[in-house]
């Protein structure tokens, strides 16, 4: 038998934890078994370099980028290679950006769609995210098998459950990244059941522990150094970081920095807190960065501040690298961190952040026992593929 074609679609290989964990994905898989393709709605992202070169990449093209470019610039540019419709879909694609999300996503895919190309020829097709790339997966691809994963807690995104509920009737299994997230992707679509699979997000510990040795693209120093991992978007709570960092300071910690990876549509709201609460020195925006584990190996404390998370790929990396965290109370941390044992669980404000952090930094034999503890654990989970392995043979 001959390799089996797998097609995994994702918009973009830009900062985030679905992206990370498909290129480890994409790394690890079996090439005696499989012949991989990653397309890609725009070939660009942290993570594009990272991409195993045996790896094919394909892209929207010419008229997808156009598309996705400026109203003015996307109606020029396709009405130039004649495609007066799909100009007109632009102008409409516009329009419905503007609208509130429920409504914006029922209108914007049938018009974003016409501007990717069909694809076809695939033993299986994984839209490797919710949304557009599992609307994709399901429109534009032909495959025997198709396979949708779903990295956030479905209770976060119940606005869009109508049109959802249309294309996960056409998926043959969905893949939850953590226990909650299945099954809040059954409590909201019963038919689902009997074809859902919990697949946690692969964490390769010997490429982290190897990328954690090399130094990092710029020195950090502080006493004590702080870092959190995380995109500037509502569900990732860096204000609340932000927040925790002034408190301290307030306290006495005059050499703290707290230093911060990533970007988001939050940064100038980030930057603007950051500066009313004279944080400059303190709070440290080093933005996105393709190597963060060389800087979460020389922090003293790894805060993870967020309000949502599907299944935090940052917390399983500092566990990895056997750093004392803390991190708030979201809706799957316990999966991850055992309160006490080998992180630290706190409520969801700034305060109780500070507190957590100032406890570790002032009991260093405390925060020696959290790392203690990850040390002890079984660090990755190589056995998350054989679950893929088991759909797409199926």
Request: glycine share 8%; aromatic share 8%; net charge positive.
């Amino acid at each position: 038998m001959g390799k089996k074609r797998i097609l995994f679609v994702l918009p973009s290989l830009c900062s985030g934890g679905a992206e990370k964990s498909l290129v480890t994905l994409l790394r690890e898989m079996d090439r005696e078994k499989y012949e991989i393709e990653l397309f890609l709605f725009r070939r660009e992202g942290l993570f594009l370099p990272l991409v195993p070169k045996d790896v094919r990449v394909s892209d929207g093209g010419e008229v997808y980028r156009l598309f996705d470019a400026s109203i003015g610039a996307g109606v020029r540019g396709l009405l130039r290679m004649g495609k007066p419709l799909l100009a007109l879909r632009r102008v409409l694609y516009g329009v419905s950006l503007r609208l509130p999300r429920a409504l914006q996503m029922r209108l914007s895919w049938p018009l974003l769609r016409g501007a990717l190309p069909q694809k076809g020829g695939y033993d299986a097709a994984v839209g490797y995210l919710e949304d557009t790339a599992t609307y994709y997966t399901v429109d534009c691809v032909q495959a025997k098998r198709k396979i949708s994963f779903l990295h956030t807690d479905y209770d976060r995104i119940r606005d869009r459950a109508a049109l959802d509920a249309k294309y996960y009737r056409r998926v043959d299994c969905l893949a939850g990244v953590s226990a909650l997230c299945t099954r809040r992707a059954e409590e909201t679509f019963p038919f689902l059941r009997g074809r859902t699979v919990t697949i946690e997000n692969l964490l390769s510990a010997d490429m982290i522990r190897e990328m954690a040795a090399l130094p990092p693209s710029r020195p950090i120093e502080g006493a004590p150094i702080i870092l959190t991992v995380g995109r500037m978007a509502p569900p990732k709570g860096i204000d609340l970081a932000v927040e925790a960092c002034a408190n301290l300071v307030q306290r006495g910690f005059n050499d703290l920095r707290w230093y911060h990876i990533g970007a988001g549509e939050l940064g100038a709201q980030i930057r603007a807190q950051i500066a009313s609460l004279d944080m400059q020195n303190h709070f440290i925006l080093l933005g996105e960065q393709s190597n963060p584990y060389a800087f979460i190996s020389r922090c003293d404390v790894y805060v993870q501040p967020s309000r949502f998370e599907g299944k935090s790929i940052a917390i399983d990396e500092a566990k990895c690298l056997c750093k004392p965290i803390v991190t708030t109370d979201f809706g799957t941390v316990r999966d991850q961190i055992h309160d006490g044992i080998d992180g630290i669980v706190t409520q969801m404000t700034g305060i109780a952040i500070a507190d957590a952090v100032q406890t570790l930094v002032e009991n260093p034999a405390k925060a020696r026992a959290l790392s203690d503890a990850l040390r002890a654990e079984h660090a990755g989970n190589p056995e998350e593929i054989k679950k893929l392995y088991a759909i797409l043979d199926s």
